[in-house]
């Protein structure tokens, strides 16, 4: 489980992991942009643009309901696919086979 924190107006889960930061709302990925030739200005948080899907939730009495969200397509996506689990097989290497031309 990740800790929740606010960065700026936005409710973020951040992955223990990773320390990647994800908004909980919209699944927008953040990320605190420097400028390394002006290191005396602070860090400014930027978006890396809708990373994650988000499902809304609903908490009525003693049920908690989950409406998922299948719309569009997000980067995390990837691993749920047939694709990342032949990856994730053959050891986490992922290999491009060319071809073969007729």
């Given at each position: 489980?990740?800790?929740?924190?606010?960065?700026?107006?936005?409710?973020?889960?951040?992955?223990?992991?990773?320390?990647?930061?994800?908004?909980?709302?919209?699944?927008?990925?953040?990320?605190?942009?420097v400028?390394?030739?002006?290191?005396?200005?602070?860090?400014?948080?930027?978006?890396?643009?809708?990373?994650?899907?988000?499902?809304?939730?609903?908490?009525?009495?003693?049920?908690?309901?989950?409406?998922?969200?299948?719309?569009?397509?997000?980067?995390?996506?990837?691993?749920?696919?047939?694709?990342?689990?032949?990856?994730?097989?053959?050891?986490?290497?992922?290999?491009t086979?060319?071809?073969?031309?007729?």
């Open positions: 489980m990740g800790d929740i924190e606010e960065i700026g107006d936005k409710v973020c889960i951040v992955c223990p992991w990773h320390k990647y930061k994800l908004c909980l709302e919209n699944g927008e990925g953040l990320y605190q942009a400028d390394p030739k002006r290191l005396d200005v602070p860090p400014e948080w930027r978006s890396k643009g809708v990373k994650q899907r988000t499902h809304h939730v609903e908490e009525a009495s003693d049920h908690i309901t989950v409406k998922l969200n299948g719309e569009g397509e997000r980067d995390s996506d990837f691993y749920y696919s047939d694709e990342y689990r032949m990856i994730m097989r053959r050891g986490g290497v992922s290999v086979v060319p071809s073969a031309e007729k």
